[in-house]
């Protein structure tokens, strides 16, 4: 099925609340994830159906073990769905092989992890150009490109630091300059702030703000409903099912 006609086909399954915007720019349907854990069967994700927009400003929300780590990794293609579809940016990727989806993750993702995953070896600059390496850009203009986005976090007078000599928040301003350094259709944050003191939390949440504020498409999964009030569409997951979803009204 081409993309219209898939989207489509996902719509009648979903209620209005999926269209505030017409641009979708990924589509699930009657997705699942089963987990083999010894002889039990865990299915952490069941009969997901769900559109996202450009420009959607999403939170996950849920209890612990509820699927949202999982939801998130299908949608930055770390995992490939038990069974149903998932189309990302137009195309089909629910049966793309590792390599296949790991170019796609490169050229569409930009990933942040509660847990910074910086290189310890490598510098501020280093750190945020790894990316740019991947996707083959020229070193000067990945240097350059580097350097913008690291002011773009604020950290434009730290770039030949390491990042044991970083505070936790530091670390994470250095993640989200990396995760938009392959300018991402997507940007996917496990807990942002779930190892950050709330001082350092309330900088990260303001930098994410702003992305969504200049356009991007910004995805957080959050156990935390005060962080997720930053977001202007709730989804909630319950046993690994949509349970509810929710659009705050604008201000
Ligand atoms: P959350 O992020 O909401 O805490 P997860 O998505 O991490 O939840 O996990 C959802 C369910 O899937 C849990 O029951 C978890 O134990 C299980 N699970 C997650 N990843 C794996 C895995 N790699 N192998 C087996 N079970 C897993
Ligand atoms: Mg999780």
Not at 38 to 55: F, K, P, S
Not at 133 to 155: I, K, M, T
Request: aromatic fraction near 4%; proline fraction near 3%; hydrophobic fraction near 35%.
């Amino acid at each position: 099925m081409v993309w219209a006609e898939e989207v489509a086909a996902v719509k009648d399954n979903l209620q209005a609340i999926d269209f505030k915007s017409d641009k979708p720019i990924l589509a699930m349907k009657n997705l699942c994830k089963n987990y083999q854990l010894g002889t039990v069967e865990v299915q952490a994700l069941r009969n997901i159906n769900l559109i996202i927009n450009e420009g959607d400003d999403v939170a996950i929300v849920g209890p612990s073990g509820s699927g949202k780590s999982t939801l998130l990794n299908m949608i930055g293609c770390l995992d490939r769905p038990s069974s149903g579809k998932y189309h990302l940016g137009g195309q089909d990727v629910s049966k793309l092989d590792d390599d296949n989806l790991s170019l796609i993750r490169g050229a569409r993702i930009g990933f942040v992890f509660q847990s910074f995953n910086l290189i310890s070896q490598l510098n501020i600059i280093e750190n945020i150009e790894i990316p740019m390496y991947y996707q083959g850009l020229s070193e000067h203009n990945s240097l350059e490109r580097a350097r913008e986005l690291a002011a773009l976090v604020g950290l434009g007078d730290r770039t030949k630091h390491r990042p044991s000599e970083l505070s936790g928040g530091q670390q994470q301003r250095v993640a989200i300059a990396r995760a938009l350094s392959n300018d991402p259709l997507i940007v996917l944050a496990d807990e942002p702030t779930g190892n950050l003191d709330s001082e350092s939390g309330a900088d990260i949440l303001k930098i994410l703000d702003k992305l969504h504020q200049e356009g991007k498409t910004l995805i957080t999964v959050t156990h935390d409903d005060n962080i997720a009030a930053h977001s202007e569409r709730i989804i909630r997951l319950f046993d690994g099912e949509i349970e509810k979803q929710e659009y705050k009204q604008s201000n």
